[in-house]
């Protein structure tokens, strides 16, 4: 059996894993460097109790054992695609075929120690909780909660968990009888953050931001993160006792110590196949990925997974000999259930339409209803 070699313990690289064991046709070796599936999607309950921060994993062993593909969990060092192998800091792996699903790196602007994330690491939405935790205890405090970009590539934003964030924040200490005792303030250096979403989204949030007395500082890049609050390119200051941010997405580290061709953010380039420029047996798919689009174009869970269906599908039909290839690009989308703590919308955003359907009360148990078919549907 031909040997396919998986990078990455996220949606993109588990459903690949899954997919290509269930076709019976290859030695599948999922790595991961985490032993564990994060549910980033609903992980934005995990601040505000809503959700325990273990039931936002999925433990590796358990898909593993319910699928049977190998696993290892190590961490990538360097891929060598013109020597078919990949360097991890335990042992070197050889294959036949690759995916490249490991997600991104994030940009580290100055100061960024002095803030939270939801955004990177598990470990890190876990310790925001702690932190938001101790300044509700303080009975009063201001809140920034924001996201960065990078202008070498826009699709690289992790903008809507951000704008959940705040609405939960703002739901959880209403449910506190505190909400009067804090200011929230979303940033962003964007003069629209959200809009590519679409016009009808931009209209709800603003709508969201008034109603719910939610602060806005957009449309200035952001100088440097200080220990109370983030300091704009005017010189201005957004004073906070805690600051959330999630840094915008750029290639990821491991991509440096290797030979794949890479975008000016780092990403690996690819084409509408899902194939690696110049390496016909390596995919990427997902963040690791460079998409080409539409301008509104981001990387989302949704784009990541259907990535993944293209990169099997493609690569069992070049083992069939066939040229009945999948393309990536005519399915991009933008499509998400924003939480709003008691409520949510769905949006969607195609080439063609863009819809917005708003869910008060109910939206909320869609999205939590969703978090418990994931892990069933991957389990």
């Keep these: 059996m031909k040997k396919v070699l998986v990078l990455g313990g996220g949606f993109a690289g588990v459903k690949a894993a899954i997919q290509l064991q269930k076709s019976k046709k290859f030695d599948v070796t999922l790595v991961s460097d985490r032993d564990y599936l994060f549910l980033y999607p609903i992980s934005i309950w995990v601040p505000v109790r809503t959700l325990n921060f273990e039931d936002a994993k999925v433990p590796l062993s358990k898909i593993q054992k319910k699928h049977d593909f190998r696993l290892i969990i ?126 009808k989204a931009l209209a709800m949030m603003d709508m969201m931001f008034r109603k719910q007395n939610i602060k806005t500082a957009f449309g200035k890049k952001i100088t440097e993160f200080v220990s109370d609050g983030v300091i704009f390119e005017d010189d201005s200051k957004l004073s906070a006792d805690l600051v959330m941010f999630i840094a915008a997405g750029t290639g990821s580290p491991v991509l440096k110590n290797s030979d794949l061709p890479l975008s000016e953010s780092g990403f690996v380039k690819i084409n509408d196949h899902t194939q690696v420029i110049e390496f016909p047996n390596v995919f990427a798919v997902g963040d690791a990925a460079a998409l080409e689009g539409p301008d509104w174009k981001a990387k989302q869970g949704h784009l990541a997974e259907l990535m993944s269906d293209v990169a099997v599908q493609n690569i069992i039909e070049i083992e069939n000999g066939s040229q009945n290839w999948r393309g990536y690009q005519k399915h991009i989308n933008i499509l998400c259930i924003m939480d709003t703590g008691d409520g949510a919308a769905i949006v969607f955003r195609d080439a063609k339409k863009e819809i917005l359907i708003p869910l008060p009360i109910v939206g909320h148990w869609l999205k939590q209803a969703w978090g418990l078919y994931a892990k069933w549907n991957i389990l």
């Design 74 to 199: 190590d961490k990538v060092k360097q891929i060598s695609a013109a020597e078919n192998q990949v360097i991890l800091d335990s042992q070197t792996l050889q294959y036949d075929y690759l995916i490249v699903a490991f997600g991104a790196g994030k940009m580290q602007p100055k100061g960024i120690e002095h803030t939270g994330t939801i955004c990177g690491h598990p470990d890190q939405t876990f310790a925001f909780r702690n932190q938001l935790d101790s300044l509700i205890a303080k009975g009063s405090g201001n809140i920034a909660i924001g996201f960065g970009g990078n202008p070498k590539d826009k699709s690289a934003v992790r903008g809507g968990p951000a704008f959940e964030l705040a609405f939960n924040v703002h739901h959880y200490l209403k449910k506190k009888h505190l909400r009067e005792n804090f200011e929230i303030t979303m940033f962003a250096p964007m003069d629209q953050p959200g809009a590519k979403m679409g016009n």
